[in-house]
Structure formats: C-alpha cells, structure tokens
T-cell receptor
Framework: EPEVTQTPSHQVTQMGQEVILRCVPI?????FYWYRQILGQKVEFLVS????????KSEIFDDQFSVERPDGSNFTLKIRSTKLEDSAMYFC???????????FGPGTRLTVL | AQKVTQAQTEISVVEKEDVTLDCVYE???????LFWYKQPPSGELVFLIR??????QNEISGRYSWNFQKSTSSFNFTITASQVVDSAVYFC?????????????FGTGTLLAVQP
C-alpha cells in the first residue's frame, strides 16, 4: 500500500540553524500539507501546496518557513533560522485530486537546542 | 469559524470495557468532512474514518463504531470490548469543503489508556 514517507525521523539542531525536512508524498497525489504538533498538544495546520504554489498558510507559517517541491517526488519544509519554540513533530500529508482524506507520514521530530 | 472540541482529555478503562470518545464541531459550511485519527505511542497519525456532512449513517467497522449527529454537531467514536492495543491519543478533525485547501482542523485529542 502506498504511503507518505518522511526523513529524517529525528533532527537535532542548534538555535539559529537552518533545517530542511523532507517528505515523499503518495505518488499520484496532488495536494500536499505540513502540520506541526508541539509535544503533548494538538496537531496544527502550517501550509498547503497545490500546483506548485502555496494555496493556504496559517499564521504560524511566517517568513522563517518555506516549502518547495524541487522535483516530481519530494516536498520539503525549510526553517531558515530555528528557534527553541520550533521544537515539535512535523507531519507531512498528501491527498489526491478527487479525495477528501489526507494521509500522513510518520513525522519528523525536530529538537532545537 | 471552525472548531473541534474534544472535552475528554484522558480516559482510562479496563480491557474489554466499551468506551466512547466525544467530538463536537463548529462550522458555518454546509459541506464538510469529519475524521478520526489514531496516534499510538510511536507517534504516527493513522486515519480511521471519514464522514461527509450529507451522510449521517452510523458506521461500524469491527470493534469500532461512529455516531454522527448533525443536530448536536457531534461525531462520537465508540470502541467495543477495548484492548490494550487501543491505547493511543485519538484526534477528531474537521475539514470544510468551501476552503481553498481542505486543511484539517484538529481537536486537542483524547488519551485513551486501556489497562490489562
């Protein structure tokens, strides 16, 4: 069964460093998403991406964040200068054109020291 | 504004008990989708069920059942004869069809602990 994959599973970085989180969505899906879950809290929407552009972003998704689909398979989330409060689990999800269900990857746990 | 409320923060039951997880939602859209996801201790989000706003039929899948009631804006989830493997955080989520992207709005989750 096709699935969303994410790498790395755990990333540790120093405050102020740039990080790139990678996702490979399900191959025939067209809508891509990033969500964030701070430890012990709910899952929050960050950004959605369709047709090679951002279609919606939340107030969390400020200028420090960017997304890219550099090729036909990868979907990345970049945080330019990490802060302590960026420590969280980051989930990638994808959805096909006619579907309503988003399928999630296993997540990347980001720890900012 | 859209909102999902899961008032039960934590529930503890003994194996084989039935348990119901509550979910109440708010939306102005007439077309929307409701979801339940399971997050086991390993951390991934596992899709369990989707319901659209026009389908109020209850659904049963093995030990799981879902009760959707538009009149009370609720989408409750019942596990019958709970098992230790059901221990997880369960999230209810809402997505509106009128939104640009069908982003998911999650509730705060209910931690279910099933004791042997």
């Amino acid at each position: 069964e096709p699935e969303v994959t994410q790498t790395p599973s755990h990333q540790v970085t120093q405050m102020g460093q740039e990080v790139i989180l990678r996702c490979v969505p399900i191959s025939n899906h067209l809508y891509f998403y990033w969500y964030r879950q701070i430890l012990g809290q709910k899952v929050e929407f960050l950004v959605s991406f369709y047709n090679n552009e951002i279609s919606e972003k939340s107030e969390i998704f400020d200028d420090q964040f960017s997304v890219e689909r550099p090729d036909g398979s990868n979907f990345t989330l970049k945080i330019r200068s990490t802060k302590l409060e960026d420590s969280a689990m980051y989930f990638c999800a994808s959805k096909d054109r006619g579907g309503d269900t988003q399928y999630f990857g296993p997540g990347t746990r980001l720890t900012v020291l | 504004a859209q909102k999902v409320t899961q008032a039960q923060t934590e529930i503890s039951v003994v194996e084989k008990e039935d348990v119901t997880l509550d979910c109440v939602y708010e939306t102005r859209d007439t077309t929307y989708y409701l979801f339940w996801y399971k997050q086991p201790p390993s951390g991934e989000l596992v899709f369990l069920i989707r319901r659209n706003s026009f389908d109020e039929q209850n659904e049963i899948s093995g030990r799981y059942s879902w009760n959707f009631q538009k009149s009370t804006s609720s989408f409750n989830f019942t596990i019958t004869a709970s098992q230790v493997v059901d221990s997880a955080v369960y999230f209810c989520a809402l997505s509106e069809d009128g939104g640009a992207t069908n982003k998911l709005i999650f509730g705060t989750g209910t931690l279910l602990a099933v004791q042997p």
